[in-house]
């Protein structure tokens, strides 16, 4: 059996893909240990968890998109986070001593501890903005974040001549987005395009089930920005809903107090159990994480995504490359606009049609226990069987480790 | 009707297309950070130059040849600039 080091950033769409890949792990036998904030890991894992904290700062708000919001991602995000957490990252490595250490592709961090120690490694991509070429037709900006990326190389006190790009592990690329998610191949023969590897949560909220009658549910989740450009798409949202009381049930993930007086039929949540909703749902509004994307399509359900930045404008693109939804604009739209967009999901077969075709591809891609397999084979250890009950065997293993 | 004020009616034109109303967009209007226009937004602006002053002009092209910061800034003068270049060149 092998160890694994999983670095990720403090962002739950990070770190759920990768929890769905450490339950997988563990429930082959294999140890498992965590790098990262542990102020945001713990109630994100459980208290079974072993986590080597990186400690916290605080990362300024984010509020831009397009290129801009490319532009602060890295200079304000992913490059003072891989600084900052770097002596950490190798004090885990020198401690644990993984046999692979598992790096969230915007952790760079973990690649340049690697290379320091001269360890194998996997990169998890688990948001598509480098996956796929998004910006190969922009040769100055991908210029740019090479700069970046050759910088940090630098101050890790590495070889230029040796210079890996740290988003992409040259061993091992797991990627949560699969089929047409994750845009056009071809892909290296050491890409493994998984899929969503979606793995156990603690702490799921409560959630009204009754509620849901036999009208067609929809789902409204825009994510976590609390900006006026949010409130103002959340308030159109509202109002494309209002005249559609007679065959929508539709549920907005938002905090109660931001939005409008709500409908009888709508109801605003602060939380949701998502993976246990989504089954229900007729349809997602959505800005287009990968992961509410990827789980919407996993269980067919047809998308109308409004995306707001960083890799949603790509899902958004490849959604409706694949047939399985429409694409709203975020900052403009009125409710008349996305009242046609979501009527147009719910009542034309083909967007359903298309998000069945990207389950099937989804359910093909092999999902957490695939991405445990590739782990084992690099670690060089024998492939073991998948096994019959993850969820159960991961917190035993869990709390066997804690 | 001048080309700047024309090339700005077609700006106008695609930010409305949501549903909303856009006031009076100067010169100085960044595309990405006053507009919000996205790569959707900027292909249906292409179309509407392209039928205009012909295939010669390519702003997304353009725009993907710019380094980052350019691209942030790119304002509606520098279409109408990009589109005089065209249709001169």
Redesign the interface.
């Known amino acids: 059996m092998s160890r694994f080091l999983l670095v990720v950033p403090p962002l739950a769409g990070h770190v759920n893909p990768a929890q769905g890949i450490a339950d997988a792990l563990l429930a082959a036998g294999h140890e498992v240990a965590w790098c990262g904030s542990e102020a945001v890991l713990r109630p994100l894992l459980g208290a079974g968890a072993v986590v080597f904290p990186t400690g916290s700062r605080l990362l300024r708000p984010q509020s ?5 919001a ?2 602060s991602v890295w200079e304000r995000f992913i490059v003072p986070f891989a600084t900052f957490t770097l002596p950490a990252v190798e004090r885990a490595a020198r401690e644990f001593r993984p046999d692979v250490l598992v790096v969230d592709q915007h952790c760079p961090a973990g690649a340049l501890v690697a290379h320091r120690l001269g360890l194998t490694w996997a990169t998890v991509v688990a948001s598509t903005m480098d996956l796929g070429h998004p910006l190969s ?5 991908t210029a ?1 974040i090479e700069e970046r990326l050759r910088g940090l190389w630098a101050k890790a006190g590495l070889p230029a001549h040796a210079y890996t790009d740290p988003r992409f592990s040259p061993h091992l690329v797991l990627s949560c987005a699969a089929g047409p998610l994750a845009g056009p191949g071809p892909f290296p023969d050491h890409f493994a395009l998984v899929g969503p590897t979606v793995g156990t949560r603690p702490d799921q909220p409560d959630f009204p089930w009754e509620w849901l009658d036999g009208r067609a549910g929809v789902l409204v989740s825009m994510g976590t920005l609390a900006d006026d ?1 949010t409130a103002r798409f959340l308030r159109e949202a509202v109002a494309a809903l209002a005249p559609l009381g007679e065959r929508v049930r539709a549920v907005v993930v938002a905090p109660p107090e931001a939005l409008p007086p709500l409908p009888a039929h709508v109801l605003a949540r602060r939380r949701v159990p998502m993976l246990d909703l989504l089954p229900r749902m007729s349809a997602v509004l959505t800005h287009g994480g990968l992961n509410t994307v990827s789980e919407a399509l996993a269980v067919g359900v047809p998308l109308v995504v409004a ?1 707001i930045r960083h890799d949603q ?1 790509i899902n958004a ?1 490849r959604v409706v490359g694949a047939g399985a939804g429409v ?3 975020f ?7 996305l009242r046609a967009a979501l009527t147009g999901v719910l009542d034309d077969p083909a967007p359903r049609a298309g998000a069945a075709a990207v389950r099937d591809t989804l359910a093909a891609a092999g999902g957490a226990p695939a991405a445990a397999r590739h782990l084992a084979a690099l670690a060089g250890a024998a492939a073991p069987e998948p096994p019959p009950e993850p969820t159960e065997q991961a917190a035993a293993c869990r709390s066997r480790s804690a | 009707m001048c080309i700047s004020h024309e090339i700005a009616g077609m700006v106008r034109q695609v ?1 409305q ?4 109303q856009v006031p009076e967009i100067g010169p100085n209007a960044t595309l ?2 006053d507009l ?6 900027l292909a249906a602006l292409q179309a509407a130059l392209a039928r205009r002053f012909g295939p010669g002009v390519d702003l997304p092209a353009h725009v ?6 350019a ?2 800034g790119l304002t509606v003068a520098d279409v109408v600039d990009h589109v005089r270049a065209a249709v001169a060149g």
């Open positions: 831009d998109h397009g290129l801009a490319v532009k037709a922009m040769p100055q900006v740019w450009i995306p404008p693109a694409r709203v604009n900052a403009r739209s009125t409710a008349p606009v | 930010a297309s949501c549903g909303g990405e950070g919000r226009f996205d790569s959707v937004d993907n040849s710019l380094p980052l910061e691209i942030i």
